[in-house]
Structures are given as C-alpha cells and as structure tokens.
C-alpha cells in the first residue's frame, strides 16, 4: 500500500466517522428527545378513549422504530451504511 492509498483509506475512515457522529448529534439526539417527551405526555395522560390515544401511540412507535433504524445505520460499516440508505430511501 503506497502512500496515497493510505491517505484515502484514512480520509473515508474519518468521513465515515464524521458522518456518524454527526448522525449520532443531529438525528439520533433530537429522535431521543422526542421519544422522551412522547413518553413523558404518555405518562401523564390519564384513561382516554381509544381514539384519542392511537393516532400519538402510533407517532411514538414510528419515531421509536425510526431511533432504532438510525441507531444501526450510525454504528454499521461503510459497506452496509450505503445499502441501508439505499434501503430507506426506496422504502421511504
């Protein structure tokens, strides 16, 4: 491995970590927090007709199942963070 591979190995290892990170501060940080504060109204609500409920049940499942996916992508190698993008996007 000459010189100029090593430099663009390091390059993508950093701009893989980067991209973590900032998915980590950025998305995953402000989804935990929306978790919370979902949970938190859930807590406090008392006994409700179900139709009241369901349409905020279903807005914590879907941030709650959007924390997860986002949680594996920010820890997943570079290979599969591109396929699971992809996989979102056409999904999405």
Wanted: net charge negative; charged share 30%.
């Amino acid at each position: 491995m000459d010189e100029g591979e090593a430099i663009a190995l390091l390059m993508a290892f950093w701009a893989v970590l980067a991209y973590a990170a900032f998915q980590r501060i950025f998305v995953v940080r402000p989804l935990r927090k929306q978790v919370r504060k979902l949970e938190l109204e859930n807590a406090r609500m008392t006994v409700a007709p179900v139709q009241a409920v369901a349409p905020e049940q279903d807005e914590f499942h879907r941030i709650n199942e959007r924390l997860q996916v986002l949680e594996r992508i920010a820890v997943e190698k570079e290979n599969s963070l591109s396929k699971e993008i992809d996989g979102l996007r056409a999904a999405g």
